[in-house]
Structure formats: C-alpha cells, structure tokens
C-alpha cells in the first residue's frame, strides 16, 4: 500500500509554544487530507478535512485558530498547534486520499505524532 | 455516515480464527464496510473493504450479510501480532470516522 509519512514522530514542548507536524503521501499524490486526534484509552477524533490548496474544513468542537491547518501541495498538509497546552496533549494522526490511480479513493494513514506538552 | 456497533472485547487463541462481528443496521446502499486495525501507539492500518459481496485477501475475508445490515471480519489463523483494536466504519465519502472498536486480544 501507499506509504504516509509524519514528523516528528514524538515531541515535548513547554505550554504556550507553537508545534508543527508534518504529514506527507511518499509516493501518491492527495488532493484530501485528513487529521485525527487520540487521547488514551479513546478512539481517533476526526479534527479536520484539508483540500489542497483551500482552507480546511474543522469538525464541530475544533478551534480553526488554535490548529492551523496548511495543504500547500499534493504530498504535504502541516497541523500547527498554537499556544499549546498541557490539555492538547495526544496522539496526532494524519491520513491521506489518494486523487488518481490505483490509490485513487483510498485512504492511507500515517504513523501518528504524539505530543506532550508540559 | 451509518454508525457501527462491534463488541468492545474479544479473545482470540493463537491459531484458531478471529471473528469479529459489526452491526450497520442503517447503512445506506452505497455505503462502503471497510476494516482497520490499529496496533498500540501506530497509526490504523487498512485491512479489507466491501460493498456487498464477500472479499479476501493476504490478510482477511469480509463476510458482509446479504441486507448488509452486519459483516464479520475473519482472521483465518490468529497470531500474537494480530493483538490490536479493529474498527469497522461505513462510509460513501471514504472519510474514516472511527467508534469504539474492538479489542482482539490473540492468547497463545
């Protein structure tokens, strides 16, 4: 299957400090990108849809301001974690769609992100 | 998207076949079942899809019920390394909304 890429795959930072995560298709082009969220114990949170090149779409109950989402191209969309705090600790989980092909429609999951923020 | 109901449990013995059952009671006629699994601390990983007829592959077979109210996703000779939460999800627009899973545990 298709290969999905994150990094980092692990980072600690203090409250009130941005964090970047990188989330790339290594061998399929995606017009549509998706980011999940997971807390212990629970099941993946779907946080928002990425388009390439269009704004995201959040799900209800996620801050568009506090997770910046970017899709500049079709092999990369970033999740930017802004101010963050101890409470956005998780394990961040990107997904990407395949747009032509034979990875056309399906989708493929990265390995995850966890973030802990102290 | 139609909501799913799997077991939150189950155990499974080493060797023998998993059977894991989903209900989907109110899925719609173009609604796709698609099965992942995720492992501790990774990411999901695809395992089969279907529509309305059964499906096989390397990994596992996808008995989906001829209403297609329910399906049952089959590990023919379960090893520890299939110990992991399996999702079933129903969906047209391939945007994977995960429930609660199941959680398989495969004992030796």
């Known amino acids: 299957g298709a290969v999905v890429s994150q990094h980092p795959s692990r980072v600690i930072c203090k409250s009130g400090t941005s964090v970047k995560i990188e989330c790339r298709s290594l061998?399929?082009?995606?017009?549509?990108m998706f980011w999940y969220r997971q807390f212990p114990k629970q099941s993946l949170m779907l946080m928002a849809t990425?388009?390439?090149?269009?704004?995201?779409?959040?799900e209800q109950g996620v801050e568009k301001d506090k997770f910046l989402i970017n899709h500049a191209s079709l092999t990369l969309s970033t999740l930017t974690v802004t101010s963050a705090h101890p409470e956005d600790s998780s394990f961040y989980i990107c997904?990407?769609?395949?747009?032509?092909?034979?990875?056309?429609?399906?989708?493929?999951f990265g390995p995850g992100t966890r973030l802990t923020v102290l | 998207d139609a909501k799913t109901t799997q077991p939150p449990s189950m155990d499974c013995a080493e060797g023998r076949a998993a059977n894991l059952p989903c209900n989907h009671s109110?899925?719609?006629?173009?609604?796709?079942v698609y099965w992942y699994r995720q492992i501790h601390s990774q990411g999901p990983q695809y395992i089969i899809h279907?529509?309305?007829n059964n499906e096989t592959n390397e990994m596992a077979s996808l008995i989906i019920t001829e209403d297609r109210k329910s399906s049952t996703l089959i590990l023919p000779h379960a090893t520890l390394r299939d110990t992991a939460v399996y999702y079933c999800?129903?969906?047209?627009?391939?945007?994977?909304?995960f429930g609660a899973g199941t959680r398989l545990t495969v004992k030796p």
């Open positions: 997904s990407a769609r395949g747009s032509w092909g034979r990875n056309k429609n399906e989708q493929f």
């Open positions: 061998d399929f082009q995606a017009t549509t």
């Open positions: 990425s388009n390439e090149g269009s704004k995201a779409t959040y």
């Open positions: 109110t899925i719609s006629g173009n609604e796709y």
């Open positions: 279907g529509l309305k």
């Open positions: 999800i129903v969906s047209v627009s391939n945007d994977m909304r």
